[in-house]
């Protein structure tokens, strides 16, 4: 009797053992399946995150480029007003009179604001002058030069005093075929500036270009000269120029190219005020 109570006692404590391990196993099984199901939810939503991420910094970055575009765009623009301004500014009011009966009638009259340039017996082809760092670029019309001419200097303010200088750039230039001519190198040379007396305090007048005295002294260059037009080629340039035994020989001629004259401006504290004005010499065919 005691064995058989005994082993009925083992028998319920093995079936409650055996049930309580189940049911640990359920609950770890439950629990794993819990952990999976919370991972995958977790993977989900860190990729979901990510993705909006991306997407976001996708966003702000094309935002940013075409914020950085927009405000290229818009400094090009004030750039080109400024720019249109500063011509606006820079362009000179001008007057001129052409004579049909007689060249040396002819004026040009620039406005240089604080005073303007009369240039008597002479005309330029340009329809606008833009004055840039102090200087005037204007080119003669065919026919015409600065060679003795007359300058007029007629001020704002009377008490403004006056200085003129001028300087040549001359320059040989060779005939290579018709119609085609090329500078010669080592040849071109700009003056020392020399002061233009004046008369009355407004009038100046331009010496002569002394083309003589100056192709005198290319002559003494001659055969250097000579052997630098042989380089060129053209139909102008033959063997038989190889014979030549004058500058005058050769196809080439000496001419003054461009024409600087500065003027000075000094008003009655001392402020000193100057402009270049460059004369391009016209070229004929």
């Known amino acids: 009797m005691q064995k058989g109570k005994v082993s009925n006692q083992c028998a319920v404590f093995v079936k409650n053992r055996v049930t309580f391990c189940l049911a640990i196993t359920h609950i770890l099984n439950v629990?794993?399946?819990?952990?999976?199901?919370?991972?995958?939810?977790?993977?989900?939503?860190?990729?979901?995150?990510?993705?909006?991420?991306?997407?976001?910094?996708?966003?702000?970055?094309?935002?940013?480029?075409?914020?950085?575009?927009?405000?290229?765009?818009?400094?090009?623009?004030?750039?080109?007003?400024?720019?249109?301004?500063?011509?606006?500014?820079?362009?000179?009011?001008?007057?001129?009179?052409?004579?049909?009966?007689?060249?040396?009638?002819?004026?040009?009259?620039?406005?240089?604001?604080?005073?303007?340039?009369?240039?008597?017996?002479?005309?330029?082809?340009?329809?606008?002058?833009?004055?840039?760092?102090?200087?005037?670029?204007?080119?003669?019309s065919l026919g015409f030069n600065l060679e003795e001419r007359l300058l007029e200097i007629i001020p704002n303010n009377k008490s403004d005093v006056f200085e003129v200088y001028i300087a040549n750039e001359q320059n040989l230039t060779v005939y290579i075929g018709e119609k085609q001519f090329q500078e010669l190198k080592g040849w071109k040379k700009i003056e020392q500036y020399k002061k233009l007396n004046d008369s009355l305090d407004i009038y100046y007048k331009t010496p002569s270009y002394n083309r003589q005295s100056k192709e005198k002294k290319i002559h003494l260059d001659f055969e250097k000269i000579k052997t630098e037009v042989l380089k060129m080629k053209g139909e102008y340039i033959t063997e038989k120029l190889s014979q030549a035994e004058s500058y005058n020989e050769l196809p080439i001629e000496f001419w003054i190219s461009r024409v600087f004259i500065k003027i000075i401006r000094t008003d009655i504290d001392g402020n000193k005020e100057e402009k270049i004005l460059i004369n391009n010499s016209s070229w004929g065919c």
């Open 31 to 140: 629990v794993l399946h819990t952990m999976k199901k919370t991972i995958l939810i977790f993977i989900i939503l860190f990729s979901i995150l990510s993705c909006k991420k991306t997407a976001v910094e996708k966003k702000i970055s094309t935002i940013v480029e075409k914020e950085s575009e927009t405000k290229k765009i818009t400094e090009s623009i004030e750039s080109e007003i400024i720019v249109d301004k500063q011509k606006i500014d820079d362009e000179l009011k001008f007057d001129r009179k052409v004579s049909e009966d007689d060249d040396d009638l002819n004026i040009l009259t620039i406005d240089f604001k604080n005073y303007k340039l009369a240039i008597n017996g002479y005309t330029s082809y340009d329809t606008k002058f833009e004055i840039k760092n102090d200087t005037l670029n204007i080119n003669e």
